[in-house]
């Protein structure tokens, strides 16, 4: 009897299906951002683990932290508060001593857990070095509306080329919430404002920011798991009950999208691993905001060919398609369209027009299993549906065996052979015996 083959356990296919991200993200300079709330968190060893992992795969880190909490415990001692109007907050002196005494500690702490070293542990034989300094110029926000903001400020350069300096020795760039003026003033930033502006100087790969709760959800409470920049604006506009801190991370990242950083990350910083889930599995764990759509349906390219065999491949082995050669699929590119995601061919179909009879035929729709909820395969026979209707054709055909009752669902009704087109007929294979169906769509 031939051997049985070993089946990878879960933890084999899972490395080897994130390797193409460890390749990808080498070398790559990424923007983390969270804030106090984490610091303060008991887990957040776990996340300086996973930290200083990314570091040890190549990655350059440059670390942005807050320290609310801190600062408001500070004051809270003192029997004040932080004040906030409009939105911005009120430094004065004795907040600012406040801000700078949490700040330090915030950033000692972040140092010495990346310093760990111990044996048994996920930091043994880690050498990390964390480089901080002032590498943030930043001016007063002033007075507005007749508010005197004192000593809270904004963003107004980022030595970029100092923090390349220690990005390229191998360090980690730790940036506390501070900022400072050539005439030696302090002032007390935004953290989100702080790491979009340090994203965009930098022209980072990517800014990850770790929220409170489950990041961005959407009015049923479900994960947004990817938008654009303009959607993330509308959604701004439109919502007004969003989570303090994600709808300032929000719209940071919609600045530094706009701005030229390519991807944005909102991630809620409760789930454990979630930096490692977002970034080493095609799904991730948050939201994704891109100035493109991550998951694109778009005309196929030569460049598509594997990708479409690997999708046609199972389904031609059990007889469900047809089989096509891939010298075949390169001359008939142009008639499939393919949706992509994050650079992989998660479905695809093609149209073949047969212009005379105003008919066209659809075939090859195939979904990867993995993919095969959130409809996809429904839509994307509704922008083929209209994809037809915008050449002038009014009906659309199958030729199925297995998958009548998924097309008379969605409005196939049955027919006869003699009812395609001629052309089609005479190739028409009666040993595979397949059913025809066909479906108005309107002209």
Same mark, same amino acid.
């Given at each position: ?209 770790? +929220? @409170?709760?489950? &990041?961005? *959800?959407?009015?049923?409470?479900? /994960? ?7 959607? %993330? !604006? ?104 393919? +949706? @992509?995601?994050? &650079?992989? *061919?998660?479905?695809?179909?093609? /149209? ?7 008919? %066209? !035929? ?82």
């Amino acid at each position: 009897m031939p051997a049985k083959k070993n089946k990878p356990d879960s933890f084999v296919e899972w490395f080897r299906s994130s390797s193409p991200y460890i390749h990808a993200h080498r070398g790559s300079t990424f923007v983390i951002l969270f804030g106090g709330e984490a610091v303060a968190d008991d887990a957040f060893p776990n996340l300086i683990h996973d930290i200083a992992l990314l570091q040890g795969l190549g990655i350059r880190l440059v670390l942005v932290h807050g320290a609310r909490p801190q600062i408001e415990q500070r004051l809270g001692r003192q029997g004040a508060g932080m004040q906030y109007i409009g939105g911005l907050r009120v430094t004065d002196d004795a907040a600012l001593a406040c801000v700078k005494e949490a700040a330090g500690a915030v950033r000692v702490e972040i140092e010495a857990l990346l310093s760990m070293g111990l044996a048994n542990s996920p930091m043994a034989g880690v050498r990390i070095r964390v480089a901080s300094g002032n590498f943030v110029t930043a001016r007063p926000i002033g007075v507005r509306d007749g508010v005197d903001y004192g000593h809270t400020g904004e963003v107004r350069r980022i030595d970029a080329e100092a923090i390349r300096r220690q990005l390229e020795a191998g360090a980690i760039a730790l940036i506390p919430p501070l900022g400072y003026s050539p005439t030696g003033e302090v002032f007390n930033l935004g953290a989100a404002d702080l790491a979009a502006a340090t994203a965009t100087a930098l022209g980072a790969d990517k800014l990850i920011a770790l +929220v @409170e709760g489950r &990041g961005l *959800v959407d009015t049923r409470n479900r /994960l947004v798991t990817n938008i654009t920049a303009r959607e %993330a !604006e509308a959604i701004l506009g439109r919502r007004k009950r969003l989570p303090e801190d994600v709808a300032q991370y929000l719209r940071a990242a919609v600045r530094a999208c706009r701005r030229g950083v390519k991807r944005i990350h909102l991630l809620g910083r409760q789930m454990d691993g979630a930096l490692l889930r977002e970034l080493f599995t095609r799904d991730g764990a948050g939201t994704l905001i891109s100035a493109e759509p991550y998951e694109d349906t778009r005309t196929a390219r030569i460049e598509d060919v594997g990708g479409i065999l690997e999708l046609l491949a199972p389904l031609e082995a059990t007889g469900k398609l047809v089989r096509r050669s891939r010298d075949l699929l390169e001359t008939e590119i142009e008639h499939f369209t393919v +949706v @992509e995601r994050d &650079g992989m *061919v998660i479905a695809c179909a093609a /149209l073949y027009p047969y212009e005379r009879e105003a008919m %066209a !035929e659809l075939a090859c729709l195939v979904v990867h299993p993995d993919y095969q909820h959130n409809k996809r395969g429904e839509a994307l026979l509704q922008h083929l549906e209209a994809k037809a209707r915008a050449r002038g054709i009014g009906a659309l055909f199958v030729l199925t065996t297995q998958a009548a009752h998924w097309f008379r669902e969605r409005g196939f009704e049955p027919s006869l052979l003699q009812k395609l087109p001629m052309k089609k007929r005479q190739l028409y294979n009666y040993r595979r015996n397949a059913k025809v169906f066909i479906k108005t769509v309107g002209a």
